[in-house]
T-cell receptor, first 115, second 113 residues
Framework: DTEVTQTPKHLVMGMTNKKSLKCEQHMGHRAMYWYKQKAKKPPELMFVYSYEKLSINESVPSRFSPECPNSSLLNLHLHALQPEDSALYLC??????????????FGQGTRLTVV | DAKTTQPTSMDCAEGRAANLPCNHSTISGNEYVYWYRQIHSQGPQYIIHGLKNNETNEMASLIITEDRKSSTLILPHATLRDTAVYYCIVRVAGGGGSEKLVFGKGMKLTVNP
């Protein structure tokens, strides 16, 4: 199983709503990532979790709150978003072996629209 | 962090080999070169990676120059399904022992019938 599953596939939310994006993998990967991708732009790294601990936060606004409840799950909690936060949100996972020779597997993303 | 430079776009005829170049002149000795691609509105897909030797798998071949300052991804028989944005990435080490995967602008490959 080399799948990273993201739910929901599409999400429309108001600026006062609270919602969560979910990501799941069963490959035993201990590094998990959130990316944000605007139209016609490359994915931008938001957060990295390593062994269920937040190891990298790329200065993401606090209205985005990541959570890693266990080694297979990664959530992204959303609150008080702005229309400019509308984007494709991608989750990825990779092994945490030594060195830099591990490929990442990506989910198909959640298409978020903030109205 | 090592950066990569790719052409903005490239066209290729279906059935021909597609050679996608990438420059990474500031790569350090223990950094790998990774290639990913992203078909419209899908998540990025891993293609291949290498350190200094040439690599081949069922999808593509990766040729890395001896000085490691550039590489070429080769799709031996391009099909219409290979139309995508291709990203050449040098894997960097981030804080806390984790490893970042940072995307550059990538290159749009269009395979024409």
């Amino acid at each position: 199983d080399t799948e990273v599953t993201q739910t929901p596939k599409h999400l429309v939310m108001g600026m006062t709503n609270k919602k969560s994006l979910k990501c799941e993998q069963h490959m035993g990967h201990r590094a998990m990532y959130w990316y944000k991708q605007k139209a016609k732009k490359p994915p931008e790294l938001m957060f990295v979790y390593s062994y269920e601990k937040l190891s990298i936060n790329e200065s993401v606004p606090s209205r985005f709150s990541p959570e890693c409840p266990n080694s297979s799950l990664l959530n992204l909690h959303l609150h008080a978003l702005q229309p400019e936060d509308s984007a494709l949100y991608l989750c990825a996972s990779s092994t945490r072996g030594g060195g830099t020779n591990t490929e990442a597997f990506f989910g198909q993303g959640t298409r978020l629209t903030v109205v | 962090d090592a950066k990569t430079t790719q052409p903005t776009s490239m066209d290729c005829a279906e059935g021909r080999a597609a050679n996608l170049p990438c420059n990474h002149s500031t790569i350090s000795g223990n950094e790998y070169v990774y290639w990913y691609r992203q078909i419209h509105s899908q998540g990025p897909q891993y293609i291949i990676h290498g350190l200094k030797n040439n690599e081949t798998n069922e999808m593509a071949s990766l040729i890395i120059t001896e000085d490691r300052k550039s590489s070429t991804l080769i799709l031996p028989h391009a099909t219409l399904r290979d139309t995508a944005v291709y990203y050449c990435i040098v894997r960097v080490a981030g804080g806390g022992g984790s490893e970042k995967l940072v995307f550059g602008k990538g290159m749009k490959l269009t395979v024409n019938p």
